[in-house]
C-alpha cells in the first residue's frame, strides 16, 4: 500500500523507559562469560530496561505523553483521537487505547484504536493517526507504541532475553502542512518465525504450553513464550527493506544522500551495520541507540530519536527522515517525515 498525506504535522515526540535494567555482564553465571560477551560485541547491546512488577507499556506510554503535552502546552481536550501499538495490552479487553482515553482525560468524543503490531508498529500508529486527520475527522491525535517485551521472552533463552527491552513513546500529531509518503507490507506466510504460539484462540494456554523445552544451542522456552528465528528475520530484512526504502525514495524525488536520518527500527546493531552497508549509505545518517535499552519494539525508531535528538538536530538532520521499522508479521513499513520543526524531548524514566 501507498500513501501520500499533506494534513498530517508532527508536533511533538516523547518516550519512557523503567528505571529497572538488566546488565548483560550480569548473566554471566547463567550463560558463560564468553557467550555473553559474543552477544554483546555482535548486538551492540550491553543493557536492557525492564519494567518493574505490575508496570504496564500502557503506564510508560502515559508517562510519556504527560511529559509531551506539558511542554508543548497542549490541553487534553483538545485531542480528538489516540492510537495504541502494542502487542502487550493491558487487557485482552478492553483496548487499551479506551482506557488510555479516560486516564488521559480526553473526551468522550475522541476516536480510539489499538494496533496489534510489534517493530514496525510506530509507522503503521503514524499512518493510522495520519488518516484520520486527512480524512478530516481529527485535529490531533496521539501515537501512544511501545511494548513491555521482556515478559514475553523466557529467562531460559538467551537469544532473546539479552537483546528485548521495555520502553513506551508518545507521539503527537495534529492538523497543519506537510508532506510525508508511506508504503506499508505484509506478508503472514512468515508468521511463523516471530510470534507466542500460545496464548490465544487458536491455542489456549495450558499445563502443557508452560513445559519448558530445550532447543538450538541450548536455549529453553515454552509455547508462552517469544520464539524467534533469528536467521529467517535477517533474511526477511535484508531482501525487503533496501528494495522498500528505494522504492519510497522514487515516491518522494528524494535522492538517497538528500536524507539527513534514516530512522529505522533498532533491532540490534549487527542488522542495522548491514543494512547501512548493504544499502550504501553514511554511517551517520543511521543512527543506532540500543546499547543501553535493548530492542524495545514499537518504541524503539521513536526512542532512538530521542536519545540521538540532540546530534541530530544539530547537525540539521531532521528535515528529511525516513522511518522503517520491519518485524513481527511479517510486516514492514516506512515513511518519509519533516522534523524540523517537531519537539522531540530527552527520555526519561518512569
Given at each position: 500500500m501507498k500513501s501520500k498525506f499533506t494534513k498530517p504535522l508532527i508536533k511533538g515526540i516523547a518516550t519512557?523507559?523503567?528505571?529497572?535494567?538488566?546488565?548483560?555482564?550480569?548473566?554471566?553465571?547463567?550463560?558463560?562469560?564468553?557467550?555473553?560477551?559474543?552477544?554483546i560485541a555482535s548486538t551492540g547491546i550491553e543493557q536492557v530496561r525492564v519494567a518493574k512488577e505490575g508496570q504496564c507499556t500502557s503506564d510508560l506510554c502515559v508517562a510519556a505523553v504527560e511529559d509531551l503535552l506539558v511542554k508543548l502546552e497542549v490541553d487534553p481536550s483538545t485531542i480528538d483521537g489516540i492510537v495504541f501499538v502494542s502487542q502487550s495490552?493491558?487487557?485482552?479487553?478492553?483496548?487499551?487505547?479506551?482506557?488510555?482515553?479516560?486516564?488521559?482525560?480526553l473526551p468522550t468524543t475522541a476516536v480510539a484504536f489499538d494496533i496489534n503490531y510489534g517493530c514496525s508498529?510506530?509507522?503503521?500508529?503514524?499512518?493510522?493517526?495520519?488518516?484520520?486527520?486527512?480524512?478530516?475527522?481529527?485535529?490531533?491525535?496521539l501515537v501512544c507504541a511501545g511494548d513491555t517485551s521482556t515478559r514475553m521472552v523466557h529467562p531460559g533463552d538467551r537469544s532473546v532475553r539479552m537483546v528485548f527491552g521495555d520502553g513506551g513513546s508518545a507521539t503527537l500529531i495534529e492538523k497543519g502542512e506537510s508532506t510525508s509518503h508511506y508504503i506499508l507490507k505484509t506478508d503472514?506466510?512468515?508468521?511463523?518465525?516471530?510470534?507466542?504460539?500460545?496464548?490465544?484462540?487458536?491455542?489456549p494456554i495450558s499445563e502443557v504450553t508452560s513445559l519448558p523445552i530445550e532447543v538450538e544451542d541450548g536455549n529453553i522456552r515454552n509455547?508462552?513464550?517469544?520464539?524467534?528465528?533469528?536467521?529467517?528475520?535477517?533474511?526477511?530484512?535484508?531482501r525487503e527493506i533496501p528494495p522498500?526504502?528505494?522504492?519510497?525514495?522514487?515516491?518522494?524525488?528524494?535522492?538517497?544522500?538528500?536524507?539527513?536520518?534514516?530512522?529505522?527500527?533498532?533491532?540490534?546493531k549487527f542488522m542495522l551495520d548491514y543494512l547501512r552497508k548493504?544499502?550504501?549509505?553514511?554511517?551517520?545518517?543511521?543512527?543506532?541507540?540500543?546499547s543501553n535499552v535493548g530492542n524495545t519494539?514499537?518504541?524503539?525508531?521513536?526512542?532512538?530519536?530521542?536519545?540521538?535528538?540532540?546530534?541530530?538536530?544539530?547537525?540539521?538532520?531532521?528535515?528529511?527522515?525516513?522511518?522503517?521499522?520491519?518485524?513481527?508479521?511479517?510486516?514492514?513499513?516506512?515513511?518519509?517525515?519533516?522534523?524540523?520543526?517537531?519537539?522531540?524531548?530527552?527520555?526519561?524514566?518512569?
Open positions: 519512557a523507559i523503567p528505571k529497572n535494567f538488566i546488565e548483560l555482564t550480569s548473566l554471566s553465571s547463567m550463560y558463560g562469560t564468553e557467550e555473553v560477551k559474543k552477544i495490552p493491558d487487557y485482552k479487553m478492553p483496548a487499551t487505547s479506551v482506557l488510555l482515553q479516560h486516564r488521559l482525560g508498529g510506530f509507522v503503521y500508529g503514524l499512518y493510522q493517526a495520519s488518516m484520520l486527520i486527512e480524512a478530516g475527522g481529527c485535529e490531533r491525535v503472514g506466510s512468515g508468521a511463523e518465525h516471530l510470534i507466542i504460539p500460545a496464548g490465544g484462540s487458536r491455542k509455547a508462552e513464550t517469544l520464539r524467534m528465528n533469528g536467521m529467517e528475520i535477517m533474511s526477511f530484512v535484508l522498500m526504502i528505494d522504492e519510497l525514495l522514487h515516491e518522494t524525488g528524494w535522492k538517497k544522500e538528500e536524507v539527513g536520518t534514516y530512522a529505522l527500527h533498532q533491532a540490534n548493504k544499502m550504501k549509505l553514511q554511517k551517520n545518517s543511521v543512527p543506532i541507540a540500543v519494539g514499537p518504541a524503539s525508531i521513536p526512542l532512538m530519536l530521542s536519545i540521538k535528538q540532540q546530534e541530530l538536530n544539530e547537525n540539521g538532520q531532521l528535515q528529511k527522515v525516513i522511518c522503517c521499522g520491519f518485524g513481527v508479521g511479517l510486516s514492514w513499513a516506512s515513511c518519509s517525515l519533516d522534523l524540523s520543526s517537531t519537539l522531540i524531548l530527552d527520555p526519561i524514566e518512569a
